[in-house]
């Protein structure tokens, strides 16, 4: 039984593949979180 079968490698692909979406989301997440946050400051410094 080789190692590098067509199985095998799908397994691991789709487990690179869901790290790598999980690594994206997180990224996204935190894009987010900042943006919202650097609005909330922007509005704060212009509301005194």
């Known amino acids: ?3 590098n079968n067509a199985k095998n490698i799908k397994t691991h692909n789709d487990k690179l593949h869901k790290s790598q979406d999980k690594e994206k989301a ?3 997440a ?3 979180q ?4 650097v609005k909330k400051f922007n ?3 212009l509301d005194k």
């Open 1 to 3: 039984m080789g190692r």
């Open 26 to 28: 997180k990224k996204v």
């Open 30 to 32: 935190r894009a987010e």
């Open 34 to 37: 900042l943006k919202a946050i």
């Open 43 to 45: 509005d704060d410094k």
